[in-house]
């Protein structure tokens, strides 16, 4: 298993910023959306061909996590392969094979982001604020049922909120030398920054 932690949850959940937040202020490795990207490309579509759609983002995705195999460091990634089952579950079609066939546990902790509660079409995501109910208790049981432990995250009344939550969360789950001071560090610092830095995430 690798030191992945995953963070996800339906669209319009903050995911990408706090993943962002944790890479570029904190300096944790960490892996980008893949369905974000494969879209944002305009030659697949999950609403067009799901199939296709799937298998790109599950190769992707394992091609990047690839990157980090035996790394003690721990990543943060905006979503994980497992996210595709979730997908499959939310919209009522079979789970094809080639997610099948990919192992759990996989990642050490998957934390579940409750939506915000301002819901932003952006271009990209095409999902409802109804479907995005229904996809986050789908992306808990498809962790869940790949023995992915999950953690779920509500919404909170600052981003550093829940920066801290997940923090400490990762250091009481993961036991080890170093996690507290690492986490110490982290949260030293960014105590530290501008409010306006902050808002710039």
């Known amino acids: 298993m690798s030191e992945n932690i ?7 959940a903050g995911k990408s910023t706090l993943v962002e937040l944790l890479g570029r202020l904190a300096g944790f490795p960490t892996i980008h959306e893949m369905a974000r ?3 944002m490309e305009g030659k697949l579509h999950p609403m067009v061909d799901p199939i296709s759609f799937r298998r790109e983002a599950k190769t992707r995705q394992l091609s990047y996590e690839s990157l980090f195999a035996g790394s003690q460091e721990l990543v943060f990634q905006d979503r994980g392969v497992f996210d595709g089952i979730g997908y499959c579950y939310a919209t009522g079609c079979p789970v094809p094979d080639f ?3 990919v192992d759990g ?3 050490k902790l998957a934390f579940l982001l409750e939506e915000l509660p301002s819901y932003e079409f952006d271009g990209v995501r095409y999902e409802n604020q109804e479907f995005a109910k229904v996809l986050r208790h789908s992306l808990e ?5 790949k023995g992915v432990p999950v953690v779920h995250v509500p919404v909170m009344p600052s981003l550093l909120a829940r920066v801290r939550f997940i923090m400490e969360t990762v250091c009481c789950v993961l036991q080890g030398p170093g996690r507290i001071r690492q986490r110490d560090e982290f949260m030293s610092r960014l105590s530290r920054m501008p409010m306006e830095q902050m808002q710039g995430v």
Do not use: F, H, K, N
């Open 6 to 12: 995953v963070l996800t949850g339906p669209p319009c």
């Open 37 to 39: 990207e494969i879209i």
């Open 99 to 101: 997610l099948q066939v």
């Open 105 to 107: 546990p996989r990642y």
């Open 141 to 145: 049981r498809a962790y869940m049922e």
